[in-house]
């Protein structure tokens, strides 16, 4: 059977096909290594610019909590982006397959995340679509934060020509109030918001927030109206309760003001671990767990 090439991949296997994507399992020819290759499959001029924005920001970031953009490419009539692959499971996946985090493996997840996302502020990206689902852990524990498809780019300029005023882009149940209102004026609150969200579902293995535009759910989401992650566990320490109703606070200006802030309220849980390996390990060891805590 003669495997398919796209360009100078050959391509392994489809993995899934969602409303705008084809993803791949392919290997660069003449390399052994096996990577991820995604096809746009949308052919509107505004989701490609968006497609390549995204290859181009990911292409310039070097983070060890940040998926690697290998290549960006067009073949034929279509555009893709190489990546490394990921051997492991996406947060959303493991949240199912245990319901609860147990409440340091919560902590050490978003402490990765953290540190990916303070390094994309500094580089002037702020995400725009925190959620599990874009949060990748490796079988060694290692934890990478991917898909920066709607990320905004820090340039003003590039900001008003790429986002209308109005247009609600990402995913309701994580967008903060300012960023339902207008995607055009979020800043690295918004992405830290999101993170308050996705600890509260780690936690409580439930959504703060329904993942709909609808009326109520803007509402909800707008107020700050939620149950609190306590009545679904109890055995949430008032810390980390602390620390998601600060970050998720409707109210901006009452967050943490930047990554530096959020990363400084996780350093009690982290004194015991001197060293990233020891922080891999413990999630490393607790993916092959059956038990929640």
């Known amino acids: 059977m003669t495997q398919k090439k796209i360009g100078k991949y050959t391509i392994i296997k489809a993995i899934e096909q969602g409303g705008m994507g084809k993803i791949y399992l392919a290997k660069l020819r003449g390399q052994k290594q096996n990577i991820i290759l995604k096809k746009l499959i949308v052919n509107r001029v505004d989701i490609k610019k968006r497609f390549e924005r995204e290859a181009r920001l990911m292409q310039m970031f ?9 290549d960006y490419f067009k073949f034929g009539s279509s555009f893709y982006i190489a990546m490394e692959l990921i051997d492991g499971v996406s947060l959303d996946k493991l949240i199912t397959m245990k319901t609860c ?22 580089k002037g990206v702020i995400h725009r679509d925190i959620k599990p689902a874009n949060v990748l852990i490796r079988n060694n524990g290692q934890v990478k934060l991917t898909d920066f498809g709607i990320a905004t780019p820090g340039n ?49 293995g439930q959504r703060a927030f329904k993942s709909t535009f609808s009326g109520m759910n803007v509402l909800n989401i707008c107020n700050g109206k939620y149950i609190k992650p306590e009545k679904h566990n109890s055995k949430i320490p ?12 409707n109210k901006k200006e009452s967050r943490y003001r930047d990554m530096e802030e959020l990363i400084k309220a996780l350093h009690p849980f982290m004194k015991r671990y001197k060293a990233k390996k020891e922080i891999t390990r413990q999630i490393k060891n607790y993916l092959s767990t059956k038990e929640n805590t």
Request: proline content about 3%; charged content about 25%; some cysteine.
């Open 238 to 249: 008032a810390k980390i309760r602390a620390i998601i109703k600060k970050a998720m606070c």
């Open 156 to 204: 003003k300029d590039d900001r008003e020509r790429l986002t209308k005023t109005g247009m609600q882009i990402g995913t309701p149940a994580y967008m903060s109030p300012e960023q339902l209102e207008s995607s055009k004026h979020v800043d690295v609150r918004s992405d830290i918001y999101s993170l308050g969200v996705m600890l509260y579902e780690m936690m409580t």
């Open 101 to 122: 985090i147990a409440p340091i493996i919560g902590i050490l997840i978003l402490y990765q995340v953290c540190l990916g996302l303070q390094y994309a502020h500094k």
């Open 62 to 70: 070097r983070h060890a909590n940040i998926v690697k953009v290998i």
